[in-house]
């Protein structure tokens, strides 16, 4: 599998979302007053991306914006409202969709292990029990598939211990080694340092990057962390309440961020270096949009300060301000 995936070329887009939306329709209950038309919470709406074989593409935003539902809909777990997913030149949202093979080849780490690790397994039989259903091969050949995935992730001597005997590393360890023992070719990653310490956190992130380099992995890594994303990533998204409103190079972002909510969000992250604090070049006033009944126009226009009535009656394009940076705003030369 390996050499197969080593032939491909690097960069070639391996996964595409076009105009992907996800609406939760709101349940009533019994009150005869309720009006009769469905409401339903947008939590994605209208969300484009490309996605490069062999590179790292981090999705940022606060909470509730969208990040977790994104890669829930790209894996079919909670398919889309509408829109289309094309992974590797093939469509997930039309037709029937093979998802022994799909699987085969993508795989997802969750946000936290203990919800998503069966306490009752232990180590081996949670990462074999992947290996069992979606690769070809006997027990032997599992077996050693299970142990070198382990070996991989520095687990070698905790295959036959249960997860209520593991540290949060060390499940997510777990976890990591589950997702890259079929070898796919993209994996997801869901908040993978949210729950650790600084410490444990710098150990997955060298081993993201390890594997990333051994196998030509492809991550699509959720996370609220803008450090963890300028560290891994080659690629960024950020999101504000189901919309992307930037994306384009990690470096030029972070150094250079045109939307107004983007430069918010990085001039909020923490620097431990009391000479170097970040002072907020944009203030943010009110609250996150109701996810029911969003704002009209730019769904940041309530808090931007920037706003015109322009914002609030159409909603702006996504258009490149410079090689390869996008960015959906009305008056982004404004934040030069």
């Not at 000479?275 to 006033?285: A, D, Y």
Request: net charge positive.
């Amino acid at each position: 599998m390996v050499s197969e995936v080593g032939e491909k070329t690097q960069g070639e887009i391996i996964l595409e979302t076009k105009g992907l939306s996800k609406l939760y329709p709101i349940r009533r209950g019994f009150n005869p007053f309720a009006r009769n038309q469905p409401r339903y919470v947008q939590a994605l709406n209208d969300v484009s991306m490309k996605i490069p074989r062999g590179k790292t593409v981090a999705v940022v935003g606060e909470s509730g914006c969208g990040k977790t539902t994104l890669a829930r809909a790209i894996t079919l777990l909670s398919p889309p409202t509408s829109g289309e997913i094309i992974f590797d030149g093939q469509s997930l949202t039309t037709g029937k969709v093979n998802t022994k093979f799909l699987y085969r080849r993508m795989q997802m780490v969750f946000q936290d292990p203990d919800s998503s690790l069966d306490p009752r397994f232990k180590v081996r039989d949670l990462v074999s029990e992947p290996c069992r259903r979606l690769l070809e091969g006997g027990k032997e050949e599992i077996h050693d598939t299970v142990m070198k995935s382990l070996k991989i992730v520095g687990l070698s001597g905790y295959a036959d211990r249960l997860p209520g005997h593991l540290s949060g590393g060390q499940k997510q360890r777990v976890a990591i080694a589950r997702a890259i023992a079929i070898r796919p070719e993209i994996i997801l990653l869901d908040e993978p340092t949210s729950a650790l310490d600084a410490s444990v956190q710098a150990q997955i992130l060298n081993l993201l990057i390890e594997l990333q380099e051994d196998y030509n992995l492809t991550y699509l890594i959720i996370t609220h962390n803008i450090s963890v994303a300028e560290y891994l990533s080659d690629l960024l998204i950020v999101m504000y309440a189901g919309n992307v409103v930037e994306y384009g190079p990690t470096d030029s972002i972070i150094s250079k961020p045109r939307h107004p909510y983007t430069i918010a969000l990085i001039s909020s992250a923490p620097i431990p270096n009391p000479w170097k604090r970040n002072l907020l070049n944009i203030e943010i006033k009110g609250e996150v949009p109701s996810a029911i009944h969003p704002p009209s126009g730019c769904k940041f226009h309530p808090r931007c300060p920037y706003a015109e009535k322009k914002c609030g009656e159409q909603s702006p394009a996504m258009v490149e301000i410079a090689p390869g940076q996008f960015v959906s705003c009305h008056f982004a030369e404004k934040t030069l």
